[in-house]
């Protein structure tokens, strides 16, 4: 959204990450007004193909998560199993949430 960062968060509920994360996730975007978080279920089966074949992305592992900049620029992504996409929101996540 324009103004906004957004954070595509792709996820399983079969994922023990992604059960964590989602709890924490809804605390933070109820915390930070300027962070739209916009959340895709893999579904509980979910392949690498199936993945890129519905959303173009390499997606390794879940969580997957892809930042961007208020003006729509990419800052921060995962790619295949790296996680810098992950690492930021939980970078963002634990300032938030500690205070």
Same mark, same amino acid.
């Given at each position: 959204?324009?103004?906004?960062?957004?954070?595509?968060?792709? *996820?399983?509920?079969? @994922?023990?990450? @992604?059960?964590?994360?989602?709890?924490?996730?809804?605390?933070?975007?109820?915390?930070?007004?300027?962070?739209?978080?916009?959340?895709? +279920?893999?579904?509980?089966? %979910?392949?690498?193909?199936? !993945? *890129? +074949?519905? *959303?173009?992305?390499?997606?390794?592992?879940?969580?997957?998560?892809?930042? *961007?900049?208020?003006?729509?620029?990419?800052? !921060?992504?995962?790619?295949?199993?790296?996680?810098?996409?992950?690492?930021?929101?939980?970078? %963002?996540?634990? !300032?938030?949430? !500690?205070?």
């Amino acid at each position: 959204m324009p103004g906004l960062y957004t954070v595509l968060y792709f *996820y399983s509920d079969t @994922c023990p990450g @992604c059960r964590r994360l989602n709890a924490d996730i809804k605390l933070f975007s109820g915390a930070r007004k300027d962070v739209v978080v916009r959340k895709f +279920n893999l579904g509980d089966k %979910w392949s690498g193909d199936d !993945a *890129y +074949n519905t *959303y173009r992305l390499k997606i390794g592992k879940t969580p997957f998560i892809h930042i *961007y900049g208020p003006s729509g620029e990419l800052i !921060a992504e995962d790619v295949g199993l790296k996680g810098e996409g992950l690492d930021l929101l939980y970078e %963002w996540m634990n !300032a938030v949430l !500690a205070s």
